[in-house]
């Protein structure tokens, strides 16, 4: 590793095990406060937050919420303004994480912390978007269509807002697939010869994700998750092309 990987940005020394704990302190101090801001900016718009985007008409496609629990609303709204304060204030977390990095880092990886900080960021948000207008509210209809005469179709909200969430962080992190590929590719493990090899069999495993990730057995919500893999998959052959290796000391 060259001397100004080994050095830190601020004093010009070497840190230590000391530093690099005090450092860590000091990022996730910063990390939890920018959650905490984002939550108290959602927490101002509660009710605006709990009806026009957990509770709206497209997710629920006529399926009716109950609580089932003294405190399951209340609880339900300090779970809601941290999920969104949270992905709010995702930006400045991955930006406190590509600091506390970038003593490690070359010069010329450093210069990349905070293009890759938006790229990464709006990827995620990109995959949250994804999942919260197409995915989710295809699922939930399909989910609406089983409409037995002597079954109600009343969901415990807790359970909503757990499936909410799993498939909001499931597409989020599906989308990171490009950044995870060029990360992999500058470290030499991947490159976008061995992808196109395997390409027949990353379709394969894309189609199982796909089933996996989606609950219900609605081939159309399986191909909506499949679809864009596939093509994230192919957006990662290019990137992997394009990525070389860092070059050894």
């Not at 108290?40 to 008409?57: H, K, S, T």
């Not at 900080?117 to 509210?137: E, N």
């Not at 493990?189 to 219900?216: E, Q």
């Not at 919500?221 to 499949?226: I, K, N, T």
Request: charged share 10%; glycine share 6%.
């Amino acid at each position: 590793m060259s001397e100004s990987a080994e050095t830190n940005t601020k004093g010009g020394h070497e840190m230590g095990f000391l530093d690099h704990l005090e450092e860590l302190r000091s990022r996730l101090f910063k990390a939890v406060l920018g959650v905490l801001v984002g939550c108290i900016i959602v927490g101002f718009y509660g009710d605006e937050v709990m009806n026009l985007i957990l509770l709206r008409p497209a997710l629920l496609a006529h399926l009716k919420l109950q609580n089932l629990e003294p405190f399951g609303q209340a609880f339900l709204y300090f779970k809601v303004i941290f999920l969104c304060g949270t992905i709010l204030a995702f930006p400045w977390v991955l930006y406190q994480v590509w600091c506390f990095a970038a003593p490690g880092l070359y010069m010329t990886e450093r210069k990349w912390a905070g293009r890759v900080t938006i790229i990464t960021s709006l990827c995620f948000l990109g995959g949250v978007a994804f999942g919260y207008f197409l995915l989710i509210p295809n699922m939930m209809a399909y989910v609406s269509q089983f409409a037995n005469p002597n079954i109600e179709n009343n969901i415990a909200v807790g359970n909503y807002f757990s499936f909410l969430v799993n498939m909001l962080l499931a597409s989020g992190l599906i989308f990171e697939l490009p950044m995870v590929t060029f990360v992999l590719a500058r470290v030499g493990v991947v490159n976008s010869a061995l992808m196109s090899k395997y390409r027949r069999h990353s379709i394969v495993v894309i189609l199982i994700l796909a089933a996996v990730i989606t609950p219900s057995p609605d081939p159309v919500s399986q191909l909506m998750v499949a679809v864009p893999l596939w093509i994230l998959y192919e957006i990662s052959v290019v990137i992997a092309k394009f990525a070389k290796p860092k070059p050894t000391a």
